[in-house]
């Protein structure tokens, strides 16, 4: 039986394109490095907080993140979750946060992390005393062409900060 030129050709571009040296994917960045350069990223988020900055607070998504709050609000998109963050930041006097700390780092790729956090802070709604909340949160973060590291994915729960944190074991 006779092979035909051109199978005899495909198989042998097949072939040769499996053997071909695929390209070298980008090494995992240091996990210790990845940790401070968010931690830093978690800190401008605090200060945006303090400051009311919802556009401060954009920046720190990806333009086309989704941010979920612990009620279940959901935004899409930067100019979304400024929105929300512009009227959030008109029902409170304040929102000062006293830490934040990753708990997990897991470095997915040379551009992708995903992170564990939590944070505590002071909220003073307009009108009501000041109280201490807690607020668990994960993160998917994606490095962009900029090299700046924002948020993709964001969400949050949160409650009242008991009288007494436990220590960590």
């Known amino acids: 039986m006779r092979v035909s030129r051109i199978v005899q050709i495909g198989v042998l571009t097949v072939l040769a394109s499996a053997c071909a040296r695929q390209p070298a994917t980008a090494p995992l960045p240091d996990a210790m490095v990845l ?41 899409k998109g930067r100019a979304s979750i400024e929105a929300g963050a512009r009227n959030y930041f008109a029902t409170i006097d304040s929102f000062v946060i006293d830490q934040m700390a990753i708990d997990k780092l897991v470095v997915i790729s040379s551009t992708e992390a995903m992170t564990f956090s939590r944070g505590s802070y002071t909220l003073t709604e307009q009108g009501k005393p000041p109280v201490k909340r807690l607020n668990p949160a994960a993160d998917y973060w994606k490095k962009g062409t900029d090299g700046v590291w924002r948020v993709n994915y964001d969400l949050n729960a949160d409650g009242p900060a008991p009288a007494k944190v436990a220590a960590k074991p």
């Open 35 to 75: 940790r401070t350069e968010l931690t830093a990223r978690l800190g401008d988020w605090a200060k945006a907080i303090a400051a009311k900055d919802a556009a401060g607070i954009a920046n720190m998504f990806t333009d086309d993140a989704t941010w979920i709050l612990p009620d279940a609000s959901t935004f």
